[in-house]
C-alpha cells in the first residue's frame, strides 16, 4: 500500500487563496479534522509573516526601482508604464522568495493510501507523441525509467502523460501482488477528461512498496469519456494472472488506446 500525503505546493498554493474550489474546500476540511494538516499551515502562515517581516514590501519595491534606475545602457520600454504596487512585491516574495527558505515536512492524510507529493527538476518531453512517462528521484537529479527498467522499494516515481489527440484517459498500475491502484482521476467518480498536447504531472510521486517483482503502469485513452469502474473490474480480473499483466495489453474495446512502462521490482523480478 502506498501513504498519502498534501504537497508543500497544494498548501502554499492554498495559503495563497490560488486553488479551485474543490481542492480549496478539500483541505480545508482535512485542516479542521487533522492536526497535522492544520498545524503545516499554522506554519506556512506563520514562516510567510516572518518573511514578509524580513522582506517589507514597501523596502523591496524601492530596491527593485533603484536597480531599475541603476540600469546604465538601452531604456526599459516598459519603465514609463510600470508601477511595482505592494501587493506585485508581496507575491514576488512569496512565489521567489519562500520555496528557497523554507522547507516543511509534507502532511499525511488519514487512512489514505498515496505519498502525494512533486519532484522538482522534471525534464521536458516531446509532446507531438501520446505517451506515459514514469520519473524517478534520485538523489538531486530525475531520471526517465524505461519499459522494463528496475526499481526498488522506497524509490520515488512520478507519473506524467502527453496526449495529442485523445481527450479522455486514465492511469492505473497492477503490481506483483495483484493489486490495482487507480492514479488517474483520484477516484472513480470524478472525469477522465485530459490535457491535450502538454506534459501533465499526476499532482502526486509513488513511494514503491516491497510488492515483489513488478509494477505495471496503464494510460489508457479514448475519444469518449471512460467508465472508469469497468476499466478497474477488467484490471481486477488481469491482476490474477501476473505473467499476463507483465506481457499483455488489457482485455478493452478497439476504441481504447494502451500504453504502459513495466518496472521491474529488485533482484529477480
Known amino acids: 500500500m502506498h501513504k498519502e500525503t498534501i504537497s508543500e505546493y497544494y498548501l502554499e498554493r492554498y495559503a495563497l487563496g490560488e486553488l479551485p ?60 508604464v510600470l508601477t511595482i504596487s505592494s501587493a506585485v512585491v508581496t507575491f514576488l516574495i512569496l512565489i521567489l522568495v519562500l520555496p528557497l527558505l523554507k522547507q516543511k515536512p509534507r502532511v499525511v492524510y488519514p487512512d489514505a493510501e498515496q505519498d502525494v507529493t512533486l519532484i522538482k527538476g522534471i525534464p521536458t518531453v516531446d509532446l507531438s507523441q501520446t505517451q506515459l512517462l514514469v520519473y524517478r528521484k534520485i538523489q538531486d537529479r530525475v531520471e526517465t525509467l524505461s519499459d522494463g527498467e528496475q526499481a526498488w522499494a522506497g524509490d520515488l516515481l512520478q507519473l506524467a502523460y502527453v496526449t495529442t489527440q485523445d481527450s479522455y484517459g486514465m492511469i492505473l498500475s497492477i503490481d506483483g501482488r495483484g493489486t490495482v491502484t487507480l492514479h488517474l482521476p483520484e477516484n472513480t467518480g470524478e472525469s477522465t477528461k485530459l490535457e491535450l ?42 491482476a490474477k494472472n501476473p505473467e499476463q499483466v507483465k506481457q499483455e495489453n488489457m482485455d478493452l474495446p478497439e476504441s481504447f488506446k494502451q500504453y504502459s512502462v513495466l518496472i521491474l521490482k529488485g533482484e529477480g523480478s
Open 197 to 238: 498536447r502538454k506534459q501533465f504531472l499526476l499532482p502526486n510521486a509513488i513511494e514503491l512498496d516491497d510488492a515483489p517483482k513488478f509494477e505495471r503502469f496503464f494510460f489508457l485513452t479514448s475519444e469518449s469519456p471512460i467508465d472508469v469502474d469497468g476499466v478497474l473490474q477488467e484490471a481486477q480480473d488481469m
Open 21 to 80: 474550489d474543490e481542492e480549496e474546500e478539500k483541505i480545508r476540511r482535512l485542516s479542521s479534522s487533522t492536526p497535522e494538516i492544520h498545524a503545516a499551515l499554522e506554519e506556512i502562515k506563520s514562516s510567510d509573516r516572518d518573511i514578509l517581516a524580513l522582506y517589507p514590501p514597501q523596502t523591496v519595491k524601492t530596491r527593485l526601482l533603484t536597480l531599475l534606475d541603476d540600469k546604465p545602457s538601452k531604456p526599459f520600454p516598459l519603465r514609463r
